[in-house]
């Protein structure tokens, strides 16, 4: 167990967790002590509970590398995330792990060329982003993630999700 240097007023400020894949109820006590605060970083927006760790990450996000952060107080009832998912994104997880297994064994000269794997928040669907693409060489480069090393990346939206014969994608065209 790690040193946790109290809170003035909350001393070892308990918070209730919420699970980080689906945000259902999270199974762990968090003691926060003094870091009752939340960093969001300005670019993509990731939250870094307790603050981004500036020694690790050298003060940058870990999800965008970008280093600039809007910090606030965690409300009084404020959840933060487990550290583990629930049973059933643990459950979901574990599909998802052996599909990008196939997926990888199916592909692996490309993703041995830079390929990225792209899944869409939307539908869950799986996308191979060529490794000669710019999009796939900026991907890696931001996250550090050289190939043959095999990078999977969520995408808030993908071309199933925008197909002319989707109907929110044609609400309002007539």
Same mark, same amino acid.
């Given at each position: ?64 590398? %970008? ?5 606030? &107080? ?5 959840? =933060?995330? /487990?550290?583990?998912? #629930?049973?059933? !994104? ?47 060489? %900026? ?5 550090? &993630? ?5 990078? =999977?990346? /969520?995408?808030?939206? #993908?071309?199933? !999700? ?13």
């Amino acid at each position: 167990m790690s040193d946790i240097t109290l809170h003035p007023e909350l001393g070892v400020n308990p918070r209730l967790t919420f699970c980080p894949g689906c945000g259902g109820a999270g199974q762990d006590l968090m003691l926060l002590g003094n870091r009752n605060y939340v960093d969001e970083c300005r670019e993509c927006g990731m939250k870094h509970y307790g603050g981004a760790n500036r020694r690790r990450t050298r003060k940058k996000c870990q999800r965008c590398g %970008h280093d600039c952060f809007d910090r606030r &107080i965690l409300t009084d009832q404020e959840k =933060v995330p /487990s550290s583990e998912l #629930c049973e059933c !994104c643990k459950k979901k997880n574990e599909v998802f792990q052996n599909e990008l297994k196939e997926l990888y064994e199916e592909y692996k000269p490309a993703f041995e060329a830079g390929a990225v794997f792209s899944t869409c928040e939307k539908c869950n669907s799986l996308m191979i982003v060529n490794g000669e693409a710019e999009l796939a060489k %900026h991907m890696r480069e931001c996250h550090g &993630i050289a190939p043959p090393k095999p990078f =999977v990346v /969520s995408v808030p939206g #993908c071309p199933n !999700c925008y197909a002319p014969e989707n109907e929110e994608f044609n609400r309002g065209k007539d």
